[in-house]
């Protein structure tokens, strides 16, 4: 499959060679070029603009760090409505808000394009491995016809329906909940500390008992071992998650008061120069309102 792949980050850059190991035909263009020469050099077709990029692609997938960086994708002048051709399937699959999605939904099909908002759960290095749980939201025939690009990403699929907006939501409302399970163990963590405790005892009882999950373990462990230049999702990400969170609250007219707690704490350690950490320096941040060094 012909495969364009436009946003080379953390994320990006693993899934794209991901696609070209797997055997797919694959340009790239991102806005930072030094981005496009690691995957150029393993094969891959590198584009000078947006237009360049997806000519004679099947898909253009499209992994960005913001709903401002999607809109600009697919709105400005030589963007993704102007270049691509009717039938033509975008699949934006980084984490977006639900009325940016519903927009960009609505241009597309007005234009006769198809998008199916395609959501990932996972870190960089579950990325890079094709170990990533993909939730797919378009039209069925769309999305059937993409199984080998899933395939060549994860472990297993989800399909969350024909509605974009499904996908979306789901993946928002994930983030939301990891978020606050990360912000309780730093609330945990310090109450440990605080008391003269065994942090790698509490983080034993709660990944070998109470709760036996990945997340808990790996985010556990960068807590407990304050690892927090282990990067996934930095605290920028993380707040831009929160707000992604609230709105979607928003709009859906209810309250999300776990949601406030956890923008809060990142926005603590966002002002104490934390922000390129790894977004489970909230638990910093509780450490220090805990009065703990």
């Keep these: 499959m012909k495969i364009c792949f ?3 980050g953390r994320m990006g850059s693993g899934m794209a060679k991901r696609l070209l190991d797997k055997g797919h035909e694959l340009s790239v263009y991102d806005q930072v070029p030094a981005l496009i020469k690691p995957l150029v050099e393993a094969g891959a077709r590198g584009a000078k603009s947006v237009a360049d990029a997806i000519a004679g692609s099947d898909v253009i997938i ?13 709105f400005d002048a030589g963007g993704l409505l102007a270049s691509m051709s009717k039938g033509m399937v975008h699949m934006p699959m980084g984490t977006h808000g639900v009325k940016q999605i519903a927009k960009i939904n609505q241009a597309h099909t007005d234009a006769g394009q198809i998008l ?13 491995s094709g170990q990533l749980t993909i939730i797919p939201g378009g039209p069925a025939q769309t999305v059937q016809r993409l199984q080998p690009v899933f395939a060549a990403l ?14 979306t939501v789901v993946k928002v409302a994930h983030n939301f909940v990891l978020g606050c399970a990360i912000e309780v163990i730093g609330e945990g963590v310090s109450l440990v500390r605080k008391l ?24 556990g462990k960068i807590i407990v071992e304050e690892a927090y230049d282990k990067v ?25 008061p776990s949601a406030n707690v956890l923008r809060d704490r990142l926005l603590g350690a966002i002002a104490h120069g934390e922000g390129n950490l790894d977004w489970a320096v909230v638990a910093r941040d509780q450490a220090r309102a805990s009065g703990l060094e």
């Design 232 to 256: 996934g999702a930095s605290a920028f990400i993380g707040l831009k998650d929160a707000n992604l969170a609230l709105e979607a609250a928003e709009v859906a007219q209810m309250p999300l």
């Design 62 to 74: 499209s992994m960005l760090p913001s709903d401002a960086a999607l809109d600009s994708l697919v």
């Design 6 to 8: 436009i946003g080379l």
């Design 154 to 167: 994860g472990r297993q699929v989800l399909d969350a329906g024909e509605d974009p907006i499904s996908s």
């Design 116 to 128: 199916v908002a395609t959501t990932v759960l996972g870190r960089p290095d579950l990325a890079a």
């Design 196 to 219: 003269g405790g065994d942090q790698k005892l509490f983080l034993d009882t709660l990944v070998k008992g109470l709760f036996s999950c990945t997340a808990y373990d790996v985010y």
